[in-house]
């Protein structure tokens, strides 16, 4: 197992504040619920990005300033299954653009499922799977003087403080060269009503989801979390425009990680902060970019006008 993933769950549940990152979500069992959760009524955020891909495809294209002549680099930060990003990738096929699409994602499940379906669905497509961290395969890729286009989809970014997102925008700059683009996707404020269900669904999906985090530590690390003893509860508010998904302890319990040799005491009602998902406008979208050298071309949003694809330009 990574000693990445020991390290941090020591760190987080040491924290008077206790935290798991949302990163761990994601393994072979964590996967296959996200998917899940990508299918759930609740759950706008799929649906809405995925109109802005499925219809309004050539607007993409046309706004990322792609001339079928001149080869690019597609590089999708957190491919996933890659469900949305297939209909841009078809068009571009279609159209004869000159491109390879290199999926970057932490887990190795998700891409190697991504790409046995583009073999079979668009088997063109030139792919190349990268599993790691975003910046040291991009690091990787600059030495090129190909342009870039970069992918960063489903509000990915919104699990990010502003603070921490400001510096990520920052750092992806740093490694795009001037004229690289950026199609930046985020999930935009509104209300309680809309946005609250989406973490805590009927059916529970989104609870198994974050409690399969308590699983993978009782797997992985030979801990002893009790996952009847813990519940999911998201809070989220208009004002702020910040949604937060927590496990709460249910009653006073120790939890031994045989991994660490330590053992976790909890209180009841004791919070393990799990995720972050900041929604956007203009003004907080801005704000992240000042410091970087990228700037809006301009967005493409949905329907309903739920979500955002911002086209970003590296200057």
Do not use: C, W
């Not at 995720?275 to 970087?292: F, H, P, Q, V």
Request: proline fraction near 3%.
């Amino acid at each position: 197992m990574s000693n990445t993933f020991i390290n941090d769950v020591n760190e987080g549940l040491s924290k008077p504040n206790k935290s798991l990152s949302s990163k761990y979500f994601y393994d072979k069992i964590g996967d296959a619920i996200f998917v899940e959760i990508m299918n759930m009524p609740e759950y706008y955020l799929t649906n809405a990005e995925m109109d802005i891909f499925k219809n309004q495809t050539q607007g993409i294209i046309t706004s990322l300033e792609l001339n079928p002549q001149i080869p690019f680099e597609l590089i999708e930060l957190g491919a996933g299954d890659g469900t949305k990003t297939k209909h841009l990738l078809k068009k571009l096929d279609e159209n004869g653009y000159d491109f390879k699409y290199f999926p970057i994602d932490i887990s190795q499940n998700a891409l190697d499922q991504l790409e046995r379906s583009l073999n079979t669905e668009l088997p063109n497509i030139n792919v190349s799977k990268q599993q790691g961290d975003y910046f040291d395969i991009l690091a990787s890729l600059k030495a090129t003087n190909t342009q870039k286009v970069v992918l960063f989809l489903g509000s990915n970014i919104g699990n990010l403080t502003d603070d921490s997102a400001k510096q990520f925008i920052t750092e992806l700059s740093n490694v795009l060269n001037t004229n690289d683009k950026v199609l930046l996707g985020v999930d935009l404020i509104k209300p309680e009503s809309i946005v609250l269900p989406a973490y805590n669904d009927s059916q529970g999906i989104t609870k198994r989801f974050n409690l399969n985090l308590l699983s993978r530590i009782n797997k992985e690390l030979k801990a002893n979390f009790d996952i009847k003893a813990f519940n999911h509860i998201p809070e989220y508010t208009e004002n702020e425009g910040i949604a937060r998904s927590y496990l709460v302890s249910t009653k006073a319990q120790s939890v031994t990680i045989d991994e660490l040799n330590k053992t976790f005491t909890f209180y009841e009602g004791e919070k393990i902060h799990t995720e972050t998902s900041r929604k956007y406008n203009d003004t907080i979208l801005n704000n992240i970019l000042e410091n970087s050298n990228l700037e809006v071309v301009t967005k493409l949003m949905d329907s309903n006008l739920y979500f955002a694809d911002y086209i970003l330009k590296k200057r």
